[in-house]
């Protein structure tokens, strides 16, 4: 009994304890993002990983899911006479849930496995103790342009993720199942208010915070083994998926 | 210059450091010598202040470094060059931007300087011609001088080798041996190097200082160590100058 208590005593301290230094490993990265040198070309370069170059994906995803939403819309509203509102259904869908937790899940899978392997990688090979001895802060050079390109870069994402699922939507309803195209838009126009569009910009924003931090963080301590590594990123794409998950739970029962 | 007080550092439950004290002299080579796993670049990783220890005290030029933090620590850091073990090289640039790294962070120097100190700098490691190549295109021996071109760059006055010759042929630690000699000779600096290049380093090196069992067991100039009479370090020297006899006849 005495042993069973010790562990779980053990399990949680150590988990505390996890929580704590990433917490200082945010704080501390904010404290090194208001103080100059600012890095805005490694921020532009970061930028361009994480958003350009996750377009393609995004697109894919947000097509197919916009089209099957469609599909799935148009013979659930049939049974009840209502297909017209299968834009409202589709718009609603994407703009509230499914554009910033999918789009931010294909990010973390994308580019959050990347920085994890990209920081765990150069912590191997000493690179961010070479950075420590030349007076060059890592957490300033490497983690903090990337938690803004991040924050930055996902809310973007996301608003395409929308615009191409809604688009997926109107293909398969307007021009496969002969919906009414004025019909799909004006159910859109008239359903989709702001704050719809505001609480899905504050959760991509909230979630590219999320991928960044923890990605950065798991990959910035990882053990310094190429098993450790892919101990790391596992961990970084896991741990940012569930947070990601849960912070939209709690996200939507504040916002609505 | 350098100087360790009873430093004791553990991992965990390992003890690693059980009681540093050692005076590096100023501007002469001095290479630590030690079994694997002993903690040789532990204790190099404390005197730049990468790592702190658990107990004792870290003095740089009269400063006690091991509780500085931020500005204070990268203060102390702006005299000190290290050469990493794999050369730390940064994936992401070229050589030439890689030695060129130091000083577009650190003294904003224009361009052109910048390019004229860094061309020099790889000439004298003899890598003219090389800068365009990325740290994946270059073998290892020009990987550490491409490390050791961005460690001289700033002109430290103290730099740290942390084994500069690991996994590197005989001829090309006796190539990189020599050039850390000659840099030395010309320049100057403070020079710790951490190795196993027994009798090698007797060549190179104005002091050399024996990690034991967490302890510094014996520190003398270079010539007076092969003449020490313990039986631990004559354990240490001879089988160490055995195997590179064996590994040049072959």
């Given at each position: 009994m005495t042993a069973v208590l010790q562990r779980v005593g053990g399990v949680t301290l150590s988990m505390i304890q996890e929580m704590g230094r990433m917490l200082i490993f945010l704080l501390s990265t904010f404290g090194w993002l208001t103080r100059p040198p600012f890095r805005f070309f490694q921020m532009v370069k970061q930028l361009h990983f994480i958003g350009f170059k996750s377009t393609f994906v995004i697109v894919l995803t947000a097509a197919f899911t916009g089209m099957v939403l469609g599909l799935q819309g148009y013979y659930t509203l049939r049974r009840y006479g209502s297909e017209a509102a299968l834009g409202s259904a589709v718009a609603l869908s994407i703009i509230r849930e499914l554009g910033p937790v999918l789009a931010a899940l294909m990010v973390t899978a994308r580019a959050g496995s990347a920085m994890t392997a990209e920081i765990g990688i150069m912590r191997i090979t000493e690179q961010i103790d070479a950075l420590d001895t030349m007076a060059v802060n890592p957490l300033q050079y490497l983690v903090a342009p990337k938690i803004v390109a991040s924050v930055i870069g996902v809310p973007l994402l996301v608003a395409l993720f929308d615009v191409i699922g809604i688009y997926g939507g109107y293909i398969v309803g307007v021009d496969l199942l002969n919906v009414n195209a004025g019909a799909y838009w004006s159910s859109?126009?008239?359903?989709?208010?702001?704050?719809?569009?505001?609480?899905?910009?504050?959760?991509?924003?909230?979630?590219?915070?999320?991928?960044?931090?923890?990605?950065?963080?798991?990959?910035?301590?990882?053990?310094?083994?190429?098993?450790?590594?892919?101990?790391?990123?596992?961990?970084?794409?896991?741990?940012?998926?569930?947070?990601?998950?849960?912070?939209?739970?709690?996200?939507?029962?504040?916002?609505? | 210059?350098?100087?360790?007080?009873?430093?004791?550092?553990?991992?965990?439950?390992?003890?690693?450091?059980?009681?540093?004290?050692?005076?590096?002299?100023?501007?002469?080579?001095?290479?630590?010598?030690?079994?694997?796993?002993?903690?040789?670049?532990?204790?190099?990783?404390?005197?730049?202040?990468?790592?702190?220890?658990?107990?004792?005290?870290?003095?740089?030029?009269?400063?006690?470094?091991?509780r500085l933090r931020g500005k204070a620590l990268n203060d102390v850091r702006k005299q000190f060059a290290m050469l990493f073990q794999g050369a730390a090289l940064f994936d992401s640039l070229t050589v030439f931007d890689n030695v060129a790294f130091p000083l577009r962070e650190k003294l904003r120097l224009p361009e052109k300087e910048v390019r004229e100190r860094v061309d020099d700098k790889l000439e004298q490691v003899g890598l003219a011609g090389m800068g365009h190549k990325f740290p994946a295109e270059l073998s290892g021996g020009m990987k550490k001088r491409a490390g050791l071109a961005r460690a001289l760059v700033m002109e430290p006055e103290i730099i740290l080798f942390d084994e500069p010759t690991t996994g590197l042929d005989p001829l090309m630690s006796n190539t990189i041996h020599r050039l850390i000699l000659d840099m030395h000779r010309m320049f100057g600096f403070t020079a710790v190097m951490v190795s196993h290049e027994i009798p090698e380093i007797f060549s190179i090196s104005d002091w050399v200082a024996m990690l034991e069992e967490g302890r510094i067991a014996a520190m003398a100039p270079s010539a007076d160590f092969q003449r020490i009479a313990d039986p631990t370090v004559r354990e240490f020297i001879t089988v160490g100058g055995t195997v590179s006899l064996k590994d040049v006849k072959h």
């Open positions: 859109i126009e008239a359903a989709v208010e702001w704050k719809d569009v505001y609480g899905g910009i504050w959760k991509s924003i909230s979630f590219g915070l999320i991928i960044s931090w923890i990605c950065c963080y798991k990959g910035y301590y990882t053990t310094m083994s190429a098993e450790g590594l892919g101990t790391a990123t596992t961990e970084a794409v896991v741990l940012s998926s569930i947070m990601i998950l849960v912070w939209d739970y709690f996200l939507t029962s504040v916002l609505l | 210059m350098i100087k360790l007080v009873n430093v004791q550092k553990s991992f965990g439950k390992q003890q690693v450091l059980r009681g540093v004290t050692l005076e590096i002299p100023k501007g002469k080579l001095t290479t630590i010598i030690g079994r694997s796993g002993e903690g040789k670049s532990v204790l190099l990783k404390h005197m730049i202040g990468l790592l702190q220890p658990d107990r004792g005290e870290v003095w740089v030029d009269g400063m006690e470094i091991s």
